[in-house]
């Protein structure tokens, strides 16, 4: 393995790694914050243990996200110091500002796990969600740094000196791609984290169906996660009319669109043939793409016959990813579609094994999806690191034998990754017997709890 | 050129607060490497549960001011000591991760505590040992960055006597850091006693391997005894450290646990200072006779203005926050987490 794909599958395999748990570490607290609110208010002891036993697995996700972040700050350098050496004073503002909300995320959350009885209540409810603002606060600056390598703003190029002169950070940080990617990130975070748990109650829930624990925790968890999902393909669709002017080789490579054309079609499935340009067994939408590109379906779309050979992104893999990424999101969409729509009007059918299936069976698509999504954003913006001004191979470490330290990250976090899964079911394992309220059942013809425990504990 | 200071001052800021703090609770679990007790690991966990991740942000902030602010620094440094600081990771990511499991393992059977316990242990040791080997590094002047082969470029810059020993004064300092901090986390005369001992051990070995690290700079051929001579305050600095051992020693025995704090953040501070005023302005030495120094690697003016800004407003907030978290948990840590 050459030492320039090996530092890029470690870069990738760090992100990949890291990014579920960043993503747990942004909604998570406000799936808890929204549990112990009602606890503060109905004085029902189930919401109260709901966000107790959220909060002791978040616990351990948020330990791996902030070891994983920390290798992430290192590698930056550690792969690629000649990107790092001009980009750093650039990009580097969201990073610095990001300090401050991790410093206060961790702050806050050693509050709110350590502080049940020895702070006022209010401030330790306040401190759930301060750890779920920052959180979301560094989700938003860490994206506006790598919108920064789709879109670099902020300096003046001179290809001849390979030069940067005239930096600005403020600019560099609110560049054009920044507020779309961002947006599209933290519903991606919330829609990924809500199925993610909401998947793993309803599970519990096809052998419990009458729990009114696991009840209620698939219930936050759906409301998070399917409010997130109805506005993920309006977010994505505002990312790709941006993509198709700022980065018109990656949509290319996204919609695997090979020749430049008006009335461009929209490519559904299909195996792309980077040699010929050539698709094979997709479905072409005439128009469609040209209309979701530039919201004009006559318009012409650029390919990547136009796009220089030595720029264009792979495009099989972009592809896929971005299939496997709407795909999933199309499908949330609709779970969300369905839960709330028999939240409202049938009831009886969020007891319904063939609907905890269906919950259960999307736990991981979220996560597919934020990993698709990133493939499509990173892999298409190659053979650049900045687009349009550095190559990612020049960026790349000159130290030989990347390929060592690549298979020591996979082993490490694969190892990491069985230990907190083998965590998270010792975590359930032991729930019954560690809360009361797991044993309360609800009459599933009525909706409503049969055992409501009074509640004389203080917060 | 004041923009310029204020980022140096929160780089050196936060690297003396990470040795501080972060150095404590990597000390914490270097001090249960030769023996410990099932007490001690419990007011330990106490101690650094609620601040462990805090502690460890000081680390990141040092590595953002330095890509930020210092990006040439940050090149050579990642560059030329790829290895070491690689090594580093995974001592945090095998210590921070098996602390965290731990303590918030649903089941607490005795096997998997005590693999956590171990992985805990080696990881600080790892990582405290990895610390110091890269700072070491960074002083003593092996640095190519145009080497032509693998060795000189990438091993011969810390592979070394001295940078080793530089690793294990780290070693030893957190670890006596630690004992010290945490003499008076809990009133069980027999738990204080076991830290008083630890805090005892650890210090006189730093004294030994102080010692060491100047024989090893001898025989590397960095002349730190001449710098120190011309470096009056640097001088003073180490003389204060020196000087004030007995003191030191006496207040440990007593068990006065304030005063003990004091002197031994002290120390730390004093040696850490008569380290940098030693190198200051330089970052870096490098193998041929030449530096890299702090202001030529600075990064362009409008840089540096809004990093320093960025701190400066953090700081109002970060600093409150992080005062009431030490409040509420000073002195004795929660009964139960959670
Ligand atoms: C739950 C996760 C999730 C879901 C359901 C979707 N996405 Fe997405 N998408 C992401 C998670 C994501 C992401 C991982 O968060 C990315 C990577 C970079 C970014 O900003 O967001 C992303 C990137 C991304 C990009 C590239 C942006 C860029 O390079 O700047 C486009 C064009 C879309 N998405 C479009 C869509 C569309 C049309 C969807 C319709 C269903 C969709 N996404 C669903
Ligand atoms: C889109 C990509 C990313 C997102 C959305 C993201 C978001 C987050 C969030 C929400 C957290 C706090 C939650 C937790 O601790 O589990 C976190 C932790 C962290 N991230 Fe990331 N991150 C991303 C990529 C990166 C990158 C590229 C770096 C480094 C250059 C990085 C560095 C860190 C660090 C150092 C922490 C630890 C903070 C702590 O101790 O609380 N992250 N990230
Ligand atoms: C956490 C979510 C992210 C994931 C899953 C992700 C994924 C990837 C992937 C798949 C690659 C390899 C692309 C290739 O070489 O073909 C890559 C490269 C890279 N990413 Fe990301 N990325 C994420 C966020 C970020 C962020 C927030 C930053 C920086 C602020 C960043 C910086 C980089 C760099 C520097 C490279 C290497 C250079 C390159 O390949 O262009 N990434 N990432």
Redesign the interface.
């Known amino acids: 393995m050459g030492d320039l794909l090996a530092a890029r599958l470690q870069m990738a395999f760090s992100l990949g790694f890291h990014i579920i748990f960043a993503c747990v570490g942004m909604a998570m607290p406000f799936l808890m914050a929204i549990a112990h609110w009602r606890y503060i208010k109905t004085g029902d002891a189930v919401y109260k243990d709901l966000s107790?036993a959220w909060?002791?697995g978040v616990?351990?996700f948020?330990?791996?996200g902030?070891?994983?972040?920390?290798?992430l700050?290192?590698e930056?350098?550690?792969l690629w110091?000649?990107f790092?050496?001009?980009a750093?004073?650039?990009f580097?503002?969201p990073?610095?500002?990001?300090?401050?909300a991790?410093?206060?995320e961790?702050?806050?959350?050693?509050?709110f796990?350590?502080?049940?009885g020895?702070?006022p209540k209010w401030i330790h409810w306040s401190s759930g969600l301060v750890v779920g603002i920052s959180g979301v606060a560094s989700g938003i600056l860490v994206v506006a740094a790598n919108a920064w390598m789709n879109s670099p703003t902020g300096f003046d190029y001179d290809p001849l000196t390979n030069t940067y002169s005239n930096?600005?950070?403020?600019a560099a940080m609110f560049n054009p791609a920044w507020f779309t990617q961002a947006l599209h990130m933290i519903l991606a975070a919330f829609t990924a984290t809500g199925f993610a748990v909401a998947g793993v109650h309803a599970f519990l829930l096809i052998r419990k169906p009458a729990n009114r624990f696991h009840q209620q925790a698939m219930r936050i968890a759906l409301l998070v996660g399917g409010i997130a999902a109805f506005l993920q393909p309006i977010s994505g669709d505002i990312s790709a009319k941006d993509v198709a002017v700022r980065q018109p080789a990656k949509l290319a490579a996204m919609e695997a669109h090979f020749h430049t054309e008006e009335y461009a079609g929209l490519l559904i499935g299909g195996i792309p043939n980077e040699e010929t340009g050539e698709v094979h067994y997709g479905i072409k939408i005439p128009g469609l793409l040209s209309f979701l590109a530039h919201g004009d379906f006559k318009q012409e779309v650029v390919g990547l016959d136009q796009i220089p050979e030595d720029e264009r992104p792979p495009v099989a893999v972009t592809h896929f990813a971005f299939q496997i990424m709407v795909g999933a999101g199309t499908f949330l969409m609709m779970v969300a579609f369905l839960y709330f729509f028999a939240q409202r009007f049938r009831p009886r059918w969020l007891g319904h094994k063939n609907f905890l299936w269906l919950v259960a069976l999307s736990t991981p698509l979220g996560m597919l999806a934020v990993e698709a999504g990133w493939t499509v954003t990173e892999v298409g913006r190659q053979p650049w690191i900045i687009n349009g001004i550095m190559r990612t191979k020049e960026a790349v470490?000159?130290?030989?034998?990347i390929q060592y330290?690549f298979y020591?990250v996979v082993v490490?976090y694969t190892l990491?990754a069985v230990?907190v899964s083998w965590?998270m079911k010792?975590?359930v394992?032991?729930l019954a017997q560690?809360y009361d309220s797991m044993d309360e059942e609800i009459d599933l013809s009525q909706n409503k709890a049969n055992t409501k425990t009074e509640v004389i504990e203080e917060l | 050129m004041f923009m310029y200071i204020v980022v140096l001052s929160f780089l050196l800021l936060s690297l003396l607060l990470y040795a501080l703090l972060g150095g404590a609770d990597f000390g914490a679990g270097v001090i249960q490497l030769l023996s410990t007790t099932p007490k001690a690991e419990k007011v330990i966990g106490r101690a650094i549960?609620?601040?462990w991740?805090?502690n460890?942000?000081w680390?990141?902030?040092a590595?953002?001011?330095s890509?930020?602010?210092f990006?040439?620094i940050?090149?050579v440094?990642?560059?030329a000591l790829?290895i070491p600081?690689?090594i580093l990771?995974?001592g945090?990511?095998?210590r921070?991760?098996a602390?965290?499991?731990k303590?918030?393992?649903?089941?607490k059977d005795e096997k998997s505590q005590l693999m956590y316990h171990r992985v805990f242990v080696w990881g600080s040791l790892v990582s405290t040992l990895f610390i110091g080997i890269t700072f070491g590094a960074m002083s003593l002047g092996k640095i190519d960055p145009n080497a032509a082969d693998?060795y000189t470029?990438?091993i011969a810059p810390w592979f070394n006597f001295f940078s080793i020993s530089v690793g294990f004064l780290t070693t030893a300092l957190f670890a006596f850091l630690a004992a010290v901090y945490l003499i008076g986390e809990n009133e069980d005369p027999e738990v204080k006693d076991f830290f008083i001992a630890k805090a005892w051990k650890w210090l006189l070995a730093s004294v030994a391997i102080g010692i060491v690290v100047f024989v090893a700079a001898y025989v590397d051929g960095l002349p730190l005894f001449n710098e120190l001579i011309s470096s009056p305050l640097s001088m003073l600095a180490i003389g204060f450290a020196a000087g004030s051992l007995p003191l030191m020693f006496s207040t440990i025995r007593k068990g006065k646990v304030v005063l003990a704090r004091l002197m031994a953040g002290a120390q730390t501070v004093l040696i850490l200072g008569a380290w940098l005023l030693l190198h200051y302005p330089h970052a870096i030495m490098l193998s041929n006779g030449g530096s890299l120094d702090l202001y030529d690697s600075r990064?362009?003016d409008?840089?540096l203005a809004?990093?320093g800004w960025?701190?400066l407003?953090?700081s109002l907030?970060?600093l409150p926050?992080?005062g009431?978290?030490y409040v509420?948990?000073k002195g004795h840590?929660?009964e139960e987490?959670?």
């Open positions: 107790k909060s002791k616990a351990i948020f330990a791996t902030a070891v994983s972040g920390t290798v700050s290192f930056l350098g550690l110091p000649e790092m050496e001009h750093g004073p650039i580097g503002m990073f610095s500002l990001e300090g401050t991790f410093f206060i961790a702050i806050a959350l050693g509050l796990l350590y502080g049940w020895k702070i930096i600005d950070p403020i470490t000159p130290m030989p034998g330290s020591t490490v990491l230990l965590l010792r975590q394992q032991t560690n | 549960g609620p601040i991740e805090a460890h942000m680390l990141v902030i590595v953002v001011i890509f930020m602010g990006p040439a940050f090149k440094v990642s560059t790829h600081v690689f990771l995974l945090i990511i095998f921070g991760t602390y965290a499991f303590h918030y393992d649903a089941i693998f470029g990438y990064a362009p409008a840089t809004v990093l960025a701190l407003l953090g907030f970060i926050a992080l009431y978290l509420v948990f840590g929660p987490s959670i």
